[in-house]
């Protein structure tokens, strides 16, 4: 045995060092990915913060007043008068003129008929001016009985009252309390 052992322990000669490989094993290409997905994110938040930073610079266009925004409506209006029914055009103005005072004035007209209206106008006072109120009453009597009602010469009677609901707000643009 001893012989064996022997022979198991010999020392290797110096041309047979050099032929020991040693395993090592592969370099992964993890940390590479996660390395380049943390800087493609970085980047990506960097490019998210300056176009942010630069659509917060750019003007906008301000935006319409209520006014012109009623206005631009009484004008659309006019336009398509010989393509719709007059009863639709009744209802587009009044509602026109009642989304207008719903913005100006925080008035919850929008959402009244025009008796439950009238009934509030006559018992308290609205920010609406006087002026206004008395056109207005004349307005919506009349734009009722021309969208409800069949009226004789409801063509004849729309384009005073579109011309009645533009000066409705002219007057409310006029005299500001």
């Not at 032929?19 to 590479?32: C, H």
Request: aromatic share 10%; hydrophobic share 40%; glycine share 4%.
């Amino acid at each position: 045995m001893d012989c064996f052992t022997h022979i198991l322990a010999q020392q290797p000669n110096a041309d047979e060092l050099y032929d020991i490989v040693i395993l090592e094993p592969k370099t992964s290409l993890w940390p590479f990915f996660l390395w380049a997905l943390l800087i493609f994110v970085f980047l990506g938040g960097i490019a998210a913060m300056v176009i942010t930073l630069l659509r917060s610079r750019t003007p906008t266009a301000p935006a319409m007043s209520p006014q012109d925004r009623a206005e631009a409506r009484f004008r659309g209006i006019q336009q398509k008068t010989d393509s719709i029914p007059v009863s639709e055009i009744m209802l587009e103005v009044s509602d026109t003129l009642k989304d207008y005072l719903a913005e100006k004035y925080d008035d919850p007209l929008r959402f009244e008929t025009t008796q439950e209206f009238l009934k509030r106008i006559s018992k308290q006072k609205t920010k609406l001016p006087d002026a206004a109120q008395q056109e207005l009453r004349g307005f919506l009597v009349a734009a009722d009985e021309i969208k409800f009602g069949s009226t004789a010469g409801a063509e004849e009677k729309s384009l005073p009252l579109i011309k009645s609901a533009e000066n409705v707000v002219s007057l409310c643009q006029t005299i500001n309390y």
